[in-house]
T-cell receptor, first 112, second 112 residues
Framework: DGGITQSPKYLFRKEGQNVTLSCEQNLNHDAMYWYRQDPGQGLRLIYYSQIVNDFQKGDIAEGYSVSREKKESFPLTVTSAQKNPTAFYLC???????????FGEGSRLTVL | QKEVEQNSGPLSVPEGAIASLNCTYSDRGSQSFFWYRQYSGKSPELIMFIYSNGDKEDGRFTAQLNKASQYVSLLIRDSQPSDSATYLCAVTRGGGSEKLVFGKGTKLTVNP
């Protein structure tokens, strides 16, 4: 069954710690994305990747880092430099750019 | 001017009525338009996409696009309580990036 798997679903972090959110897809999609959603807000693009070993900053990349070593995987690291990391993080993929996105179930990060 | 604007609602309609959701966008170069449904605490799921001016129907859903006026709408016929959710409009940016930009969403409540 094809889809996008994000883990963990819930994560608590102390201030000053880095955390990595996992995103794996078996849809054979070229493009992958990370979005952040805050309560009552739309989705904001953090990073995206159109192809393996290449990625681009989105609108709110500061305090985040990513890698794309495999087509199936696009992990996101939330670093201690991110001022307000508490949010709902959504990973998505599309067959290529400009096409519809399919989302994982999301990871909810809370900083204590 | 925001890139993608939606009336935040809430929009309340009785069961069986037509729900009309609207979205305007600022980038005349936008080529692709999407509607997503998001239940509380869940990730967005794709309902429809539309690329050309006019109407596109899929079951109870109809997407309408008017590029000259820079608006896209979603009609839900025979609304059901299960349609109660937040509806997100997403538009690709022009200029070749084709990144998806999301509106903040319209919350729809269908009353039995």
């Amino acid at each position: 069954d094809g889809g996008i798997t994000q883990s963990p679903k819930y994560l608590f972090r102390k201030e000053g710690q880095n955390v990595t959110l996992s995103c794996e897809q078996n849809l054979n999609h070229d493009a992958m994305y990370w979005y952040r959603q805050d309560p009552g807000q739309g989705l904001r693009l953090i990073y995206y990747s159109q192809i393996v070993n290449d990625f681009q900053k989105g609108d709110i990349a500061e305090g985040y880092s990513v890698s794309r070593e495999k087509k199936e995987s696009f992990p996101l690291t939330v670093t201690s430099a991110q001022k307000n990391p508490t949010a709902f993080y959504l990973c998505a993929s599309s067959i290529n750019r400009g096409r519809e996105l399919f989302f994982g179930e999301g990871s909810r990060l809370t900083v204590l | 001017q925001k890139e993608v604007e939606q009336n935040s609602g809430p929009l309340s309609v009785p069961e069986g009525a037509i729900a009309s959701l609207n979205c305007t966008y600022s980038d005349r170069g936008s080529q692709s338009f999407f509607w997503y449904r998001q239940y509380s605490g869940k990730s967005p799921e794709l309902i429809m996409f539309i690329y050309s001016n006019g109407d596109k129907e899929d079951g109870r859903f109809t997407a309408q696009l008017n590029k000259a006026s820079q608006y896209v709408s979603l009609l839900i016929r025979d609304s059901q309580p299960s349609d109660s959710a937040t509806y997100l409009c997403a538009v690709t940016r022009g200029g070749g990036s084709e990144k998806l930009v999301f509106g903040k969403g319209t919350k729809l409540t269908v009353n039995p």
